[in-house]
């Protein structure tokens, strides 16, 4: 014990804000959700027994935004780990350019996700924006891409799998990388070619970086805020509401925050949930291996 | 009492233990290297000593002070590693001197003493180079400056030419153990290179699975060997070992087989492996492959009988390995009558 | 080939904005003669208020401090927890990396709550605190990998030279984590850049604003509304110091990126 007095204390001032940011809110959630503190209350918690959760189990749009988070996180990072292992294989191939090509490719992840939801809105304009133009010059009319409450949510996902499917081409560009070049020459002096490599070589040795893309993705995607507040604010209709902003409109807009901290907590729950199968099926296919 | 002493050192992880009872004494001015294969313990004795690693049992004594507990940096003793561990970041004169800044010597001693080891090590030239910017020969050079500022009560080093070419290593043999014994400490050499060894200490302790198993002077360890380990370690090309009969088993130094009329080995030559001054034969055999010395200016035969004097046979306990005391000159008979057959 | 398209598809939404970015608005709603292209978009953002030099300068100072902040608290614990031994270290770990792969938007409201308390509200600076604390699992991650890849004999050899600890980590770990404190530090100061809801939260006043910020206000203003060629210079200018960040630094970038894959 004495032995790590000192690198105990070297960590003190860090795991004291780590604290502060990580573990006191949930702290502070719970005890919120517990609470009714909104604008009827004068903004004071008074104890209102499970009364927050009650109303979150009857609360249609918890569920519906529950349904369409999972939805926006699955589809968005099937579609980012499909399209980041084909950029990750175009980026791996030796070139000349290659480390500006990289760099290229990276610069969507790199943006404030802010400044790109805006500059997908304005894309996605209906009827100036670029692709409306394209459309109407082949001829057909305008589409309402961000106005259509059964195909909008398309078009976030859209935007999301272009920001952030260079952060998973990179990490799976680290993991082709990290396989020794002498493996892919001795497969290919057996006469194997691009595709029985990947299929046999690159592809299983890949899983533990497809498995981290997949668990950091999903948890990411799944508290979706930024993309969302600025390109749709939800809308239309709802239809692209997540929970993060969900719980985000329930504090800020109506300032009942005994209501928001539960939605929190609930996220929370079934973020875990999701963690937890994703460590399961990891174990499953490290048994399987 | 002047010198080093390990008392009982024992050194155990997981309760496994990688050193056992070690016990070795080295004199002021005597350098005494540690050999034996990898994961014997030499490194490890080296870093207990150093009090890199902590002891589970046992005594280290230095001129006559218990130094078992002290940290590292109060011990007083110089390390070269393996790996030099010169700072990537420090030139060669801050890598020299970090060790008394951080001590607070004056720094006019600082730089007497950093003169002084620069000229007696020839580094006044690449006193502001990084380590990065020097070759193998000069990071040792560099890395033994470091170890000799210190004033050194002893001196440790752990392979410290693994990293050279095999010609440089040869050619810095001399000129590295006159500056290591020219200090008057003890010197604990640590090497797998038994040649490396016998060039450099004056005696070598061999060590095997972290047990101590013979120390002595080179000639000592080669013709004397307590146990079919050292036999068997000490030597090149290595010992020829017979296969055990009643409860005993034989060797004998290649040098020590000669081809004989009649009661020898029937023996083939596989291969001759010619060597400069003499060749080793690799000799096929009912015992297995026999190595046995050739005069390089001498065809081999291809086909011989193999003999020795009796008296050059070494006797081992089959079981303990432990060496008899006396090799009984019909043994040897009745092996090779045995291996006629 | 497939580069080529790889490139429109990562590069095209960004060209087009630098395009809509010089049209003036006739233009962009198809109407309208003369020359369409100006510099009006350009002037508007920086003169409006918040002016949109005001904001990055912000943003800046805000990244700036946030990384210098981390990486101080980092290192030493990343060198700590390297140090630890016993079941300490790997609890420790996993908790990090679980906080590392949390989605930070949902501390928002306690955050804001702590800022209401210690009339945090409005001070830009004091942004640095939930920032770096969310930044520092990553960056705590990051730095003890890169420790764990010095060579031992280094801090050995420091020993043996009677270097305390505190005198190691200072001597000899800091310099060499250089490289990977550059890369940590790029990654934290991209998020400190890049941070919605926080400032969201706690920046009011606009000459206050961070970037995001900024951008939020400008996109809450009407979604129907076409003040797009502004709109589009501001992300044109919000976006080059991060360009040239990038393109000058994305070895360090990818490094870092890297490291915390192999590592997690």
Same mark, same amino acid.
């Given at each position: 014990?004495?032995?790590?007095?000192?690198?105990?204390?070297?960590?003190?001032?860090?795991?004291?804000?780590?604290?502060?940011?990580?573990?006191?809110?949930?702290?502070?959630?719970?005890?919120?959700?517990?609470? $009714?503190?909104? &604008? %009827?209350? +004068? *903004?004071?918690? =008074? /104890?209102?027994?499970?009364?927050?959760?009650? #109303? !979150?189990?009857?609360?249609?749009?918890?569920?519906?935004?529950?349904?369409?988070?999972?939805?926006?996180?699955?589809?968005?990072?099937?579609?980012?780990?499909?399209?980041?292992?084909?950029?990750?294989?175009?980026?791996?191939?030796?070139?000349?350019?290659?480390?500006?090509?990289?760099?290229?490719?990276?610069?969507?992840?790199?943006?404030?996700?802010?400044?790109?939801?805006?500059?997908?809105?304005?894309?996605?304009?209906?009827?100036?924006?670029?692709?409306?133009?394209?459309?109407?010059?082949?001829?057909?009319?305008?589409?309402?891409?961000?106005?259509?409450?059964?195909?909008?949510?398309?078009?976030?996902?859209?935007?999301?799998?272009?920001?952030?499917?260079?952060?998973? $081409?990179?990490? &799976? %560009?680290? +993991? *082709?990388?990290? =396989? /020794?070049?002498?493996?892919?020459?001795?497969? #290919? !002096?057996?006469?194997?070619?691009?595709?029985?490599?990947?299929?046999?070589?690159?592809?299983?040795?890949?899983?533990?970086?497809?498995?981290?893309?997949?668990?950091?993705?999903?948890?990411?995607?799944?508290?979706?805020?930024?993309?969302?507040?600025?390109?749709?604010?939800?809308?239309?209709?709802?239809?692209?509401?997540?929970?993060?902003?969900?719980?985000?409109?329930?504090?800020?807009?109506?300032?009942?925050?005994?209501?928001?901290?539960?939605?929190?907590?609930?996220?929370?729950?079934?973020?875990?949930?999701?963690?937890?199968?994703?460590?399961?099926?990891?174990?499953?296919?490290?048994?399987?291996? | 009492?002047?010198?080093?002493?390990?008392?009982?050192?024992?050194?155990?992880?997981?309760?496994?233990?990688?050193?056992?009872?070690?016990?070795?004494?080295?004199?002021?001015?005597?350098?005494?290297?540690?050999?034996?294969?990898?994961?014997?313990?030499?490194?490890?004795?080296?870093?207990?000593?150093?009090?890199?690693?902590?002891?589970?049992?046992?005594?280290?004594?230095?001129?006559?002070?218990?130094?078992?507990?002290?940290?590292?940096?109060?011990?007083?003793?110089?390390?070269?590693?393996?790996?030099?561990?010169?700072?990537?970041?420090?030139?060669?004169?801050?890598?020299?001197?970090?060790?008394?800044?951080?001590?607070?010597?004056?720094?006019?001693?600082?730089?007497?003493?950093?003169?002084?080891?620069?000229?007696?090590?020839?580094?006044?030239?690449?006193?502001?180079?990084?380590?990065?910017?020097?070759?193998?020969?000069?990071?040792?050079?560099?890395?033994?400056?470091?170890?000799?500022?210190?004033?050194?009560?002893?001196?440790?080093?752990?392979?410290?030419?693994?990293?050279?070419?095999?010609?440089?290593?040869?050619?810095?043999?001399?000129?590295?153990?006159?500056?290591?014994?020219?200090?008057?400490?003890?010197?604990?050499?640590?090497?797998?290179?038994?040649?490396?060894?016998?060039?450099?200490?004056?005696?070598?302790?061999?060590?095997?699975?972290?047990?101590?198993?013979?120390?002595?002077?080179?000639?000592?360890?080669?013709?004397?060997?307590?146990?079919?380990?050292?036999?068997?370690?000490?030597?090149?090309?290595?010992?020829?070992?017979?296969?055990?009969?009643?409860?005993?088993?034989?060797?004998?130094?290649?040098?020590?087989?000669?081809?004989?009329?009649?009661?020898?080995?029937?023996?083939?030559?596989?291969?001759?492996?010619?060597?400069?001054?003499?060749?080793?034969?690799?000799?096929?055999?009912?015992?297995?492959?026999?190595?046995?010395?050739?005069?390089?200016?001498?065809?081999?035969?291809?086909?011989?009988?193999?003999?020795?004097?009796?008296?050059?046979?070494?006797?081992?306990?089959?079981?303990?390995?432990?060496?008899?005391?006396?090799?009984?000159?019909?043994?040897?008979?009745?092996?090779?009558?045995?291996?006629?057959? | 080939?497939?580069?080529?398209?790889?490139?429109?598809?990562?590069?095209?939404?960004?060209?087009?904005?630098?395009?809509?970015?010089?049209?003036?608005?006739?233009?962009?709603?198809?109407?309208?003669?003369?020359?369409?292209?100006?510099?009006?978009?350009?002037?508007?953002?920086?003169?409006?208020?918040?002016?949109?030099?005001?904001?990055?300068?912000?943003?800046?100072?805000?990244?700036?401090?946030?990384?210098?902040?981390?990486?101080?608290?980092?290192?030493?614990?990343?060198?700590?927890?390297?140090?630890?031994?016993?079941?300490?270290?790997?609890?420790?770990?996993?908790?990090?990396?679980?906080?590392?792969?949390?989605?930070?938007?949902?501390?928002?409201?306690?955050?804001?709550?702590?800022?209401?308390?210690?009339?945090?509200?409005?001070?830009?600076?004091?942004?640095?605190?939930?920032?770096?604390?969310?930044?520092?699992?990553?960056?705590?991650?990051?730095?003890?990998?890169?420790?764990?890849?010095?060579?031992?004999?280094?801090?050995?050899?420091?020993?043996?030279?009677?270097?305390?600890?505190?005198?190691?980590?200072?001597?000899?770990?800091?310099?060499?984590?250089?490289?990977?404190?550059?890369?940590?530090?790029?990654?934290?100061?991209?998020?400190?850049?890049?941070?919605?809801?926080?400032?969201?939260?706690?920046?009011?006043?606009?000459?206050?604003?961070?970037?995001?910020?900024?951008?939020?206000?400008?996109?809450?203003?009407?979604?129907?509304?076409?003040?797009?060629?502004?709109?589009?210079?501001?992300?044109?200018?919000?976006?080059?110091?991060?360009?040239?960040?990038?393109?000058?630094?994305?070895?360090?970038?990818?490094?870092?990126?890297?490291?915390?894959?192999?590592?997690?």
């Amino acid at each position: 014990m004495t032995a790590n007095l000192l690198p105990l204390l070297l960590m003190v001032p860090a795991l004291l804000l780590l604290g502060v940011v990580f573990l006191w809110p949930w702290a502070h959630y719970s005890w919120l959700s517990i609470h $009714a503190s909104s &604008l %009827l209350t +004068g *903004l004071r918690a =008074i /104890p209102n027994g499970g009364a927050n959760w009650q #109303r !979150l189990v009857q609360d249609g749009r918890f569920w519906q935004d529950a349904f369409q988070t999972l939805r926006f996180a699955g589809v968005s990072v099937a579609l980012e780990l499909g399209l980041g292992l084909l950029t990750a294989l175009i980026l791996h191939r030796p070139s000349k350019g290659r480390g500006v090509l990289r760099a290229l490719v990276l610069i969507p992840w790199a943006l404030p996700g802010t400044v790109m939801a805006l500059g997908w809105r304005w894309i996605l304009n209906d009827p100036h924006g670029p692709l409306n133009a394209l459309l109407q010059a082949l001829g057909g009319g305008t589409y309402p891409f961000l106005a259509s409450p059964a195909t909008t949510w398309w078009f976030v996902v859209l935007a999301d799998v272009w920001k952030t499917t260079p952060f998973v $081409a990179i990490i &799976l %560009l680290a +993991g *082709l990388q990290s =396989i /020794p070049r002498d493996l892919e020459e001795a497969l #290919r !002096l057996e006469g194997a070619g691009v595709w029985s490599i990947f299929r046999r070589l690159q592809l299983p040795l890949l899983t533990p970086y497809l498995g981290l893309a997949l668990l950091f993705r999903l948890a990411q995607a799944f508290g979706v805020f930024d993309l969302i507040q600025i390109l749709t604010g939800g809308g239309p209709a709802g239809s692209t509401e997540s929970l993060a902003s969900y719980a985000y409109l329930q504090a800020i807009r109506f300032l009942d925050f005994g209501y928001s901290a539960t939605l929190m907590l609930a996220t929370f729950l079934i973020l875990l949930t999701l963690s937890l199968l994703w460590l399961g099926g990891m174990r499953w296919s490290g048994v399987r291996r | 009492m002047r010198g080093l002493l390990l008392d009982h050192v024992t050194r155990q992880v997981d309760g496994r233990p990688l050193l056992d009872q070690l016990q070795l004494q080295v004199a002021p001015g005597e350098c005494l290297a540690l050999l034996g294969p990898s994961g014997c313990g030499k490194t490890t004795t080296l870093r207990v000593v150093a009090g890199l690693d902590p002891l589970s049992a046992g005594r280290i004594v230095l001129d006559g002070q218990d130094i078992s507990q002290l940290d590292p940096g109060q011990r007083r003793v110089g390390m070269v590693f393996q790996s030099y561990a010169l700072y990537p970041h420090m030139t060669v004169a801050e890598n020299l001197t970090l060790g008394p800044r951080i001590r607070g010597m004056p720094s006019g001693e600082r730089e007497e003493r950093l003169a002084q080891i620069l000229g007696l090590l020839q580094l006044e030239d690449l006193r502001l180079r990084r380590p990065a910017q020097l070759s193998g020969g000069q990071r040792q050079r560099v890395a033994l400056g470091r170890a000799l500022l210190r004033q050194p009560r002893l001196m440790l080093l752990d392979e410290p030419m693994s990293n050279l070419d095999a010609q440089l290593r040869e050619e810095l043999r001399p000129e590295l153990r006159r500056l290591l014994v020219s200090g008057g400490h003890p010197v604990l050499y640590v090497t797998h290179d038994q040649q490396e060894a016998v060039g450099l200490a004056d005696r070598i302790a061999v060590l095997d699975q972290g047990r101590l198993q013979q120390v002595g002077e080179p000639r000592e360890l080669h013709h004397n060997p307590t146990n079919r380990f050292v036999a068997g370690f000490i030597g090149r090309p290595a010992i020829n070992l017979f296969p055990p009969q009643g409860g005993r088993q034989l060797a004998v130094r290649p040098e020590h087989l000669h081809p004989v009329e009649q009661d020898g080995i029937p023996t083939t030559l596989m291969r001759a492996e010619w060597s400069g001054s003499q060749q080793v034969l690799w000799l096929e055999s009912p015992a297995g492959l026999l190595r046995m010395l050739w005069p390089a200016s001498q065809p081999p035969p291809t086909q011989c009988l193999v003999g020795w004097n009796p008296e050059d046979g070494l006797a081992f306990e089959e079981r303990t390995g432990e060496r008899l005391q006396r090799c009984e000159p019909s043994w040897s008979r009745d092996l090779i009558r045995f291996l006629e057959e | 080939m497939m580069r080529l398209l790889l490139l429109c598809w990562s590069l095209f939404p960004l060209l087009w904005q630098l395009r809509t970015s010089f049209l003036v608005g006739d233009a962009l709603v198809g109407e309208g003669g003369g020359s369409p292209w100006t510099l009006q978009n350009y002037r508007l953002v920086l003169e409006g208020d918040p002016s949109l030099g005001r904001v990055l300068l912000n943003s800046a100072i805000l990244g700036l401090v946030t990384t210098a902040l981390t990486l101080m608290l980092a290192v030493p614990c990343a060198y700590g927890l390297h140090q630890l031994k016993g079941r300490w270290q790997p609890a420790i770990s996993m908790g990090l990396v679980g906080a590392a792969l949390f989605p930070t938007v949902l501390f928002f409201l306690s955050l804001l709550q702590l800022a209401r308390w210690f009339g945090l509200a409005n001070h830009l600076l004091a942004l640095t605190l939930p920032y770096a604390g969310l930044s520092l699992p990553l960056a705590i991650l990051l730095l003890r990998a890169a420790i764990h890849d010095l060579p031992p004999d280094l801090e050995d050899a420091a020993r043996l030279d009677g270097l305390n600890p505190l005198q190691r980590l200072r001597w000899i770990v800091t310099p060499l984590l250089a490289p990977a404190m550059a890369s940590t530090g790029l990654l934290v100061f991209l998020a400190s850049w890049n941070e919605y809801p926080i400032a969201l939260t706690w920046l009011s006043r606009s000459d206050r604003l961070t970037l995001p910020a900024a951008m939020g206000r400008i996109a809450s203003s009407s979604v129907y509304a076409i003040p797009y060629g502004p709109y589009a210079a501001a992300t044109v200018l919000g976006s080059l110091p991060l360009l040239l960040v990038v393109l000058i630094f994305q070895r360090w970038i990818i490094s870092g990126l890297t490291q915390g894959a192999v590592k997690g």
